[in-house]
Each structure stands twice: as C-alpha cells, then as structure tokens.
C-alpha cells in the first residue's frame, strides 16, 4: 500500500512539474496560434459554396482532425498549454466572433451566423432544465414560440418597444411554463419527457387556431425592429471607413444576449441553487431526504430554462419581422436535445454545438435532397465518437 501510495505522488508529482516546465509565454503563443488557424479555417469554409470545394473542405479537416489527435498524443504538452491558457482561448473567441463581421462576403453569412447564436441560446436554455436539474424536457420549442408570439404581439398590437417586449417574452415564457410544470412534476423520466412533448403540441395548435390574436397560419406581420437612440437595426452599420450590412447589427444583439446568457448560466451552475440542482439531478430521494423542497427546485428549474427560449423567440421574431406557426417545429426540440448532448451538457460545447448544427445544414443546400441524410450521418459519427467520453459534469 505504502509503494502504491508513493508511485501515485510520484505521478502527481510529474505531471505538475511538466506543466510547471511549461513557460507562459509558449503557452500563450500556442493559443493564439490555435485560435488564428481556427479562425481562418472557419473563414474558408463558411465561404465555400462549390459542391467540389465543400467536399474537399470536408476532407480536408478529417485529415486535420485525425492529424491534430496524433499530434496531441504524441505531444500531450500541447493539450497542457492550451488547458492553462482557457481564459485567453475564451477571450480570442470572443474577439473572433467580433470580428466576423467584417470577413464575411455575403450578408447571408451574418444573418446565418446571427440564427446559430439564437439556436445556441435556447440551446443554453435547455442545458438549465436538462443538464443542471436532469429534467427531461422534449417540448422545448413551445417556450421559444411563447416568446416570439408574446413579444409580436406586445410589439404590433399594443406598440410597446422591442426593449420593452423582449424582457417580457422571457417573463410570459417563464410563467406558461410553470402552467405544465405543476402537473407534470407529478412524473418522472419518460413520463415527464411525454408530458412536455404533448405540451409544445398543445401551444403550436393554439397558436394555429386562435386566429384573432395570433393570425392564424397568415401569421403575425409588420414587426418592427429595434431601436436604439433613434437609430434603427434596418439600416447599415457604419464604423468609421467600414460600411457593414444591416445583419450585422442583429449579430451583435444576438451576440451581446449570448454572452450575457452564458454569464449568468455559468454563475447560476456555480450558485446554491445550481449546487442543489446538481445533488437532485444525481438523487432526488437523498436530495428530499435532506430537507430540500424538490417542487420548488423543479418549477425554479422549468422557469429560468423557459426564460431563455422566450428570449430568443423575441430576438428572432424582430429579426425577421414575420412569424407563422409553420416556424415552430416540432424537429427543433430534437436538434436541441441533440446539442445539449453533443455539447456535452457544457456551456461552451453548448454554444458550439448549436452553432455547427445551424451551419453545415446550410452548407449541405447543395446536396438538396441529401443533405439531412448527410447530416445525420454525421451526427451519428459524433454521438459514437463522443458518446463513451461524456462525463457526468455539467458546468
């Protein structure tokens, strides 16, 4: 036991004394190398819209990625220098998801960028209910209808201003969500996952059928953009000698809330109230044991995830100006289950996950047919790959 004991120090030992040899300014350098070729990457690819091209871009970061994974095992000091290095690698991706804007070639790009952070927010969302309380929730997309039906209709019916609508989407969004939380907080596991489900019918029936407030299948139109200081989202964004297309300005929007979201749901995680959603999410007989009112942690739960997707439904309805029922599907509760998974119930795998599923679908346009064929193939790849590494933390 004793040599067992000593071998093991020894261990730790070495393993912090390579990381210790490791001078700071080569793990800084190696960051920002690591980031400027991501970036660059990104760059190409999101221009690429030849067929040929996007097939040999594919190829070309298989060869990369299984490159990238020998050369990481062959030099482990490589992962140690970008793990020390995580606030500055945070950072650089701040500043590159800045600085896209002013990259793109096309205003489509920036539009399909602004989406991806949308889908990430709700994805965010989502990651509250499932990943920090383990509530399974596949009726996620009702709370982003809510929201985006909620600020519409505050927007073009009683004139309020988007500031004023998107904070109340999030709020009625919260508070429909605690409506099927009371009943549904009565079952557990697959039950609970039905009830949801049956829940986000039930709203996109709702919106369909009551045709004097919501419009119906004709939808709701003429849903202004922001303001902000006179100055309006529809129009150009100048920045001294640049001149970016108005889609940039709904980029920064988005991208401002999704910095603040994961903000706050990284504080959240770290709370009390995260600490107790972990300990009812791993056993919720000891949980309760312990004195914990496990109903009040769900509707807690149900809430602040619903608030997000309100949120982000607002965020798109000013965005495109025009919202249907046909807009809401029942898929996109699966793709966000599906990110929450990929993304490994981590905040930034989170928004990284999302954003890649709201790309390479419209990468993939050229294959037409094919292209969700291609793209579940795709995520069964993933899912294989990553699905013995996923480990039970969730923040």
Same mark, same amino acid.
């Given at each position: 036991?004793?040599?067992?004991?000593?071998?093991?120090?020894?261990?730790?030992?070495?393993?912090?004394?390579?990381?210790?040899?490791?001078?700071?300014?080569?793990?800084?350098?190696?960051?920002?190398?690591?980031?400027?070729?991501?970036?660059?990457? +990104?760059?190409?690819?999101?221009?690429?819209?030849?067929?040929?091209?996007?097939?040999?871009?594919?190829? =070309?970061?298989?060869? #990369?990625?299984?490159?990238?994974?020998?050369?990481? /095992?062959?030099?482990?000091?490589?992962?140690? +220098?970008?793990? %020390?290095?995580?606030?500055?690698?945070?950072?650089?991706?701040?500043?590159?998801?800045?600085?896209?804007?002013?990259?793109?070639?096309?205003?489509?790009?920036?539009?399909?960028?602004?989406? =991806?952070?949308?889908?990430?927010?709700?994805?965010? $969302?989502?990651?509250?209910?499932?990943?920090?309380?383990?509530?399974?929730?596949?009726?996620?997309?009702?709370?982003?209808?809510?929201?985006?039906?909620?600020?519409?209709?505050?927007?073009?019916? #009683?004139?309020?201003?988007?500031?004023?609508?998107?904070? &109340?989407?999030?709020?009625?969004?919260?508070?429909?969500?605690?409506?099927?939380?009371?009943?549904?907080?009565?079952? /557990?596991?697959?039950?609970?996952?039905?009830?949801?489900?049956?829940?986000?019918?039930?709203?996109?029936?709702?919106?369909?059928?009551?045709?004097?407030?919501?419009?119906?299948?004709?939808?709701?139109?003429?849903?202004?953009?922001?303001?902000?200081?006179?100055?309006?989202?529809?129009?150009?964004?100048?920045? =001294?000698?640049?001149?970016?297309?108005?889609?940039?300005?709904?980029?920064?929007?988005?991208?401002?809330?999704?910095?603040?979201?994961?903000?706050?749901?990284?504080?959240?995680?770290?709370?009390?109230?995260?600490?107790?959603?972990?300990?009812?999410?791993?056993?919720?007989?000891?949980?309760?044991?312990? =004195?914990?009112?496990?109903?009040?942690? /769900?509707?807690?739960?149900? $809430?602040?995830?619903?608030?997000?997707?309100?949120?982000?439904?607002? #965020?798109?309805?000013?965005?495109?100006?025009?919202?249907?029922?046909?807009?809401? %599907?029942?898929?996109?509760?699966?793709? #966000?289950?599906?990110?929450?998974?990929?993304?490994?119930?981590?905040?930034?795998?989170?928004?990284?996950?999302?954003?890649?599923?709201?790309?390479?679908?419209?990468? &993939?346009?050229?294959?037409?047919?094919?292209? &969700?064929?291609?793209?579940?193939?795709?995520?069964?790849?993933?899912?294989?790959?990553?699905?013995?590494?996923?480990?039970?933390?969730?923040?």
């Amino acid at each position: 036991m004793n040599d067992m004991s000593g071998v093991q120090g020894q261990a730790r030992t070495f393993t912090a004394n390579d990381d210790a040899d490791i001078p700071r300014y080569v793990s800084v350098v190696a960051a920002a190398v690591f980031l400027v070729v991501l970036f660059a990457i +990104a760059i190409i690819g999101l221009r690429i819209t030849q067929t040929a091209l996007i097939l040999s871009y594919a190829a =070309g970061l298989v060869v #990369l990625g299984i490159g990238w994974y020998f050369l990481v /095992k062959r030099f482990p000091v490589i992962s140690q +220098a970008l793990m %020390r290095e995580r606030t500055l690698l945070t950072a650089g991706t701040l500043a590159c998801a800045i600085a896209y804007p002013f990259f793109a070639t096309d205003p489509y790009q920036i539009h399909v960028m602004a989406l =991806g952070g949308i889908f990430a927010l709700m994805g965010l $969302g989502l990651n509250v209910t499932i990943g920090f309380a383990g509530l399974a929730d596949f009726g996620y997309i009702a709370y982003y209808a809510i929201g985006a039906y909620a600020s519409a209709l505050f927007n073009v019916k #009683l004139g309020l201003p988007f500031w004023l609508c998107l904070p &109340l989407a999030g709020l009625v969004a919260a508070c429909l969500s605690l409506l099927v939380a009371f009943p549904a907080l009565r079952v /557990k596991g697959h039950y609970l996952a039905l009830v949801t489900l049956g829940f986000s019918f039930i709203v996109i029936q709702m919106i369909t059928n009551l045709e004097k407030i919501t419009g119906g299948t004709q939808g709701v139109f003429g849903i202004r953009a922001p303001n902000l200081f006179g100055y309006e989202f529809h129009t150009p964004l100048k920045l =001294g000698t640049v001149t970016l297309p108005y889609q940039a300005n709904f980029y920064y929007l988005v991208l401002l809330m999704l910095v603040l979201s994961a903000i706050v749901c990284s504080r959240l995680g770290r709370s009390r109230w995260g600490r107790v959603w972990a300990a009812m999410r791993n056993d919720e007989v000891a949980t309760e044991a312990a =004195g914990i009112n496990l109903m009040k942690l /769900k509707l807690l739960a149900f $809430g602040t995830g619903a608030s997000f997707g309100g949120i982000a439904g607002s #965020l798109y309805a000013h965005m495109i100006g025009y919202i249907d029922p046909t807009t809401f %599907r029942f898929i996109e509760s699966i793709f #966000l289950l599906a990110v929450v998974a990929v993304g490994n119930w981590r905040i930034t795998g989170v928004i990284a996950a999302a954003v890649l599923f709201t790309v390479l679908p419209e990468k &993939l346009r050229v294959f037409n047919e094919w292209r &969700l064929f291609i793209f579940g193939f795709i995520l069964l790849g993933v899912m294989l790959a990553r699905g013995r590494r996923m480990i039970s933390s969730r923040y």
